[in-house]
């Protein structure tokens, strides 16, 4: 689905000019904004999509502590998914959460030291495994096996067709006997509890379906996700049975932002995680599950005026990871009918960009970008500037603008 049309993103423009007018001080650039109002709209969203399964906050897709007590606030979310220790620790120290899965494995021995060292950070905190190998490095940092360290299996989703892998390439463990190998080691093991499971079908939740200048490949895009999730039904159910005979399990992680309903069809998962569906940049803007309402803005000022149809503004070069491409490179949103160039894109000192408003705008006027991803254009924030309706309600800091570098 489209996120917003022509007027819709002009009226935009207006709502985020007058907040800033309102302000009666120029804020630097580039401002980094979240309107709370589709945020909460967006949470809304989620959790009737979940069906009733809590949602687990992925904070990597927010990076901005303040929200990240926002979205918890919510009815229908609980805990963290986490996406390193070091996060997780400072999480927790905060006081902003008490039950943080990390989503990656990690060989942090400081960090893990850190875990170790204390019963209550170890209480809360779960640390993902996919190998014994994470195991020996978790032991390679203790005095004594008293503290239990919690861990979770993360188990591939991957579709498997014609003898091919669709999917993250994430964790070896592919068949169920690999996990159940797994587990009886962590279950055999001093000092570890075996406490979750995490199967994150990337492939359903991170794809667009409904690209409309796309369509051919959005057909073949949606029969892979239902051939996907028809698939890994199977083998969690599969796995979920061999695991019970070993443990009982707290919780059985799954599905992403883009993936929810799915997701939550499925008997065996008891949580989804998702976090870029609150602040839906614009890798999130073709999904036939949901109706996209983006949150999350960067205002750029004009500096030049280099000829009829085109401006040049300052910064814009905060390009998203993943495979290269013009899809990870920030989209001026507002006012509508502006494009980046397809010879400069968007560039660190400064972005041209052409359209028939370009000749209406000012050197000094702000031009309004959406991020291709949810968290990551806010490790270049220190400040982060809510907005309802059209005033600034609180400028917070993001994770750097508390001097963390996670």
């Known amino acids: 689905m489209s996120a917003a049309s022509p007027a819709d993103r002009n009226q935009l423009w207006t709502r985020l000019g ?16 979240v309107d709370l109002d589709a945020f909460d709209a967006n949470a809304d969203d989620l959790v009737r999509r979940a069906g009733g399964l809590p949602i687990r906050l992925a904070s990597k897709s927010l ?21 390193t220790l070091r996060e997780a620790l400072w999480l927790h120290a905060e006081g902003i959460s008490d039950d943080i899965v ?42 004594t096996s008293d503290i239990p360290v919690r861990v979770c299996v993360d188990v591939d989703a991957g579709l498997r067709l014609a003898g091919k892998h669709v999917g993250p390439k994430r964790s070896p463990l592919q068949d169920t006997a690999g996990v159940v190998a797994l587990a009886r080691e962590i279950t055999g093991r001093d000092g570890f509890r075996l406490v979750g499971a995490m199967t994150y079908e990337g492939q359903v939740a991170g794809l667009q379906d409904t690209v409309p200048t796309a369509k051919a490949r959005s057909a ?37 932002s883009g993936s929810v309903q799915a997701t939550a069809a499925d008997p065996v998962p008891t949580e989804i995680a998702a976090g ?18 983006p949150a999350s803005y960067l205002g750029l000022p004009v500096v030049r005026r280099p000829g009829p149809g085109m401006v040049t503004v300052h910064g814009g070069g905060i390009v998203a990871s993943g495979a290269a491409g013009p899809d990870r490179l920030p989209t001026p949103w ?17 972005t041209p ?29 220190l400040t982060v500037h ?21």
């Open 102 to 143: 990390v989503a990656y494995p990690t060989v942090d021995r400081g960090a893990l030291a850190e875990l170790v060292a204390s019963p209550a950070a170890a209480a809360a905190i779960t640390l993902m495994v996919d190998s014994t190998a994470h195991l020996d490095v978790i032991d390679s940092v203790r005095v």
């Open 276 to 293: 870029s569906g609150l602040l839906v940049p614009t890798l999130f803007d073709h999904y036939a599950s949901f109706e996209p309402r």
């Open 63 to 83: 990076r901005i502590p303040a929200l990240v007590e926002r979205a918890l606030a919510h009815d229908g979310f609980h805990g963290v998914l986490g996406f």
């Open 353 to 381: 960009i052409t359209g028939q408003p370009a000749d209406l705008l000012e050197v000094g006027d702000l031009v309004w970008f959406r991020p291709a991803k949810s968290g990551e254009p806010f490790e270049h924030a």
């Open 334 to 350: 507002a006012p509508a009918g502006l494009e980046l160039t397809s010879l400069e894109g968007a560039g660190e000192v400064q």
């Open 386 to 406: 809510l907005l309802s309706g059209s005033e600034f309600v609180d400028s917070v800091p993001s994770y750097r603008g508390h001097g963390l570098a996670f």
């Open 220 to 256: 073949i895009v949606r029969r892979l996700k239902s051939l996907s999730m028809s698939q890994l039904a199977v083998r969690r159910r599969e796995i979920d049975h061999e695991l019970r005979q070993l443990t009982d399990l707290e919780f059985w992680n799954a599905g992403g």
């Open 18 to 33: 007058d907040a800033v007018a309102k302000l009666g001080v120029p804020l630097p650039t580039p401002i980094f904004v």
